[in-house]
């Protein structure tokens, strides 16, 4: 599991946020903005994961979109009338910096039909190229400190190859993600020696489940060209995975960080109150309304 000290591996520079779905879980919210917008606390689903990002060391986010996700894109941009108000009533910008993409940094491709994670993370394989990179599912907000991908990362430096992100899961919630099939363990690494997308129960070969943030060599971007449909008749991103254990490294790493499924309705209202908790701004208001309750 330990490489050799001498051994260095291609940094990791892009991330890949599959932002196309329709975010049916949360209707009729989503039903004119994207589920990535919702917003926990002041800012949307998705600055928290380009925060996440940015703050591992990424310098190109490739935000994979689709018809009616044009404001994810719009939020990165400059608001000139904002900017223009806000200076003229004399309101520092401070507040908006987080919330602009250097010229560059940001790439949008489009997902024409909703195939499956697979198939959006293969609609960024031109702007990938032959570099390792990483992939973050906003409705997966992680709160933690490092963010989890920069734990992510400071693993692969170690020790490359692919790695996932990966916590316990109840037995019942095993047909609920990809399962690891786990070998030996050290530390927080696990290496994977297989992956089943969504097994029943009675048949998964762990708990350990794959939560939404991944390192990969762009190796796995010819096996989906395959387009081949897995679980749900999706082109499922695990199975592409699976094809690369055995001929490359592979781990699972659990982080520091606690995982919110705001794709989720109480997932998101807890993350929302999590989150408020942990502000001293909001706190003490917080905590005197939950007593009251």
């Not at 997902?111 to 994670?117: A, E, F, M, N, S």
């Not at 031109?126 to 599912?137: K, N, S």
């Not at 430096?157 to 030996?184: D, M, Q």
């Not at 679980?231 to 695990?238: K, N, P, R, W, Y």
Request: net charge negative; with cysteine.
């Amino acid at each position: 599991m330990s490489p050799s000290p001498s051994q260095t591996f291609k940094p990791v520079r892009k991330a890949v946020f599959p932002v196309a779905g329709l975010g049916t879980r949360l209707l009729p919210a989503t039903k004119t903005m994207p589920k990535e917008m919702l917003t926990v606390i002041d800012r949307p689903l998705i600055q928290y994961a380009v925060d996440e990002a940015r703050e591992a060391g990424i310098e190109q986010l490739i935000f994979v979109t689709g018809r009616g996700k044009s404001s994810l894109v719009d939020y990165f941009d400059v608001s000139f009338e904002l900017e223009a108000t806000m200076t003229a009533k004399g309101k520092s910008l401070e507040v908006l910096e987080l919330s602009r993409a250097d010229y560059g940094e940001l790439i949008s491709v489009r997902q024409q039909q909703p195939l499956g994670l697979g198939h959006a993370v293969w609609c960024a394989r031109h702007v990938v190229g032959d570099e390792p990179f990483a992939v973050l599912l906003p409705d997966d907000l992680m709160a933690g400190t490092p963010g989890a991908l920069r734990q992510m990362v400071d693993a692969y430096n170690r020790i490359g190859g692919n790695i996932v992100c990966a916590e316990e899961v109840a037995a019942e919630k095993t047909a609920s993600y990809g399962i690891v099939t786990p070998g030996t363990s050290e530390g927080n690494l696990t290496e994977v020696l297989g992956l089943v997308e969504k097994p029943r129960p009675e048949v998964a070969p762990s708990r350990l489940g794959v939560i939404g943030r991944y390192i990969l060599q762009p190796e796995v971007m010819d096996l989906l060209d395959a387009q081949e449909p897995g679980a749900g008749g999706e082109i499922q991103l695990t199975d592409a995975m699976a094809k690369l254990i055995g001929t490359q490294p592979f781990h699972a790493v659990k982080v520091d960080a606690v995982r919110h499924d705001c794709g989720d309705r109480a997932g998101y209202v807890l993350a929302t109150l999590k989150l408020a908790m942990e502000r001293e701004d909001l706190a003490p208001l917080v905590r005197e309304a939950l007593a009251g309750l």
